[in-house]
């Protein structure tokens, strides 16, 4: 890509405090010219426009989520990336934490026997310089930004799909727009429940989640923020023992290598498009409860 002038632009801005070669504010020169892949981290709003114009163009897409407003719209860019052939792959950052991969290895394995119900806490407080386009209609709210990445959590550990969500969201001071915060109820299969609670409001709140089994739980703490920090441990059998978990630096990295193999033809995304398509279908299940006060089924 070339900047087309050296006038000021915010593209230009970003390009000369970051030390990056070239940048463009035109979509099209974005995706054009040598271009192979593209990150869409664009607002919330805009993921579908930008990502169908790279996978237009013939562009492998790692894609923020959620991917879109709407469920049709997702679906499209998942038929539309594979009837081009290009790798798409969703930005859910978290199934790289090591807390979550040492929960999934322990249930693959019955370490707690059948699973009963799953409680996930994701409540924060927004940091000042973040509340910005999350809290109105640009980024959809607290349940598009963290319930997504939960449900993607349930979805990555334990292998099991939601199939009924029954949610209720508030206001709690820092948006006027969508809830800030949201408490939700469903069901993993036909008889697993489980529970989030997604806030922007909570200060010093701990983020995790435990897994209830027949004969075991899995407790894991300080895991649902962006940094591999993290503790998991497994009650059962009359003990209360602490897993030990891989290092790793950065949760993003991980998954770029993996999209880089992937478009190289070795391997898939940490998480597939198809991943990304079924999170925000969950999450707009979510939503849409909150708004219709009912229960809604997947």
């Known amino acids: 890509?070339?900047?087309?002038?050296?006038?000021?632009?915010?593209?230009?801005?970003?390009?000369?405090?970051?030390?990056?070669?070239?940048?463009?504010?035109?979509?099209?020169?974005?995706?054009?010219?040598?271009?192979?892949?593209?990150?869409?981290?664009?607002?919330?709003?805009?993921?579908?426009?930008?990502?169908?114009?790279?996978?237009?163009?013939?562009?492998?897409?790692?894609?923020?989520?959620?991917?879109?407003?709407?469920?049709?719209?997702?679906?499209?860019?998942?038929?539309?990336?594979?009837?081009?052939?290009?790798?798409?792959?969703?930005?859910?950052?978290?199934?790289?934490?090591?807390?979550?991969?040492?929960?999934?290895?322990?249930?693959?394995?019955?370490?707690?026997?059948?699973?009963?119900?799953?409680?996930?806490?994701?409540?924060?407080?927004?940091?000042?310089?973040?509340?910005?386009?999350?809290?109105?209609?640009?980024?959809?709210?607290?349940?598009?930004?963290?319930?997504?990445?939960?449900?993607?959590?349930?979805?990555?550990?334990?292998?099991?799909?939601?199939t009924t969500v029954t949610a209720v969201g508030v206001r709690q001071g820092l948006s006027e727009g969508p809830a800030d915060a949201v408490m939700t109820s469903g069901v993993l299969g036909t008889s697993t429940l489980f529970s989030l609670h997604d806030a922007y409001t909570v200060p010093r709140a701990v983020t995790g989640f435990e897994i209830h089994g027949t004969f075991g739980t899995l407790v894991a703490g300080d895991c649902m923020r962006p940094d591999p920090t993290g503790t998991l441990r497994i009650v059962a059998d009359g003990q209360d023992t602490t897993v030990p978990l891989e290092t790793v630096d950065n949760l993003y990295a991980p998954g770029i290598r993996a999209f880089v193999d992937a478009v190289r033809g070795d391997g898939e995304p940490v998480a597939t498009g198809h991943d990304g398509l079924r999170s925000v279908t969950a999450a707009l299940a979510v939503l849409q409860s909150i708004d219709e006060g009912r229960a809604v089924r997947l």
Request: net charge negative.
């Open 1 to 162: 890509m070339r900047s087309r002038n050296s006038a000021y632009s915010p593209a230009e801005d970003y390009r000369r405090t970051h030390d990056i070669e070239s940048a463009t504010g035109d979509l099209r020169d974005a995706v054009g010219g040598d271009v192979q892949a593209a990150y869409i981290s664009s607002t919330n709003d805009k993921h579908f426009d930008h990502a169908m114009a790279a996978i237009d163009a013939g562009l492998h897409v790692l894609c923020e989520k959620p991917l879109s407003f709407d469920v049709t719209q997702a679906q499209k860019m998942v038929d539309a990336a594979a009837a081009a052939g290009v790798v798409f792959a969703t930005n859910h950052h978290l199934r790289t934490h090591p807390v979550h991969r040492a929960a999934r290895k322990l249930l693959a394995e019955g370490a707690i026997g059948d699973l009963l119900s799953v409680r996930v806490s994701n409540a924060i407080l927004l940091r000042q310089a973040l509340r910005g386009w999350r809290l109105d209609g640009v980024g959809g709210g607290v349940v598009l930004d963290l319930a997504v990445h939960d449900i993607d959590t349930l979805r990555f550990v334990t292998g099991m799909e939601p």
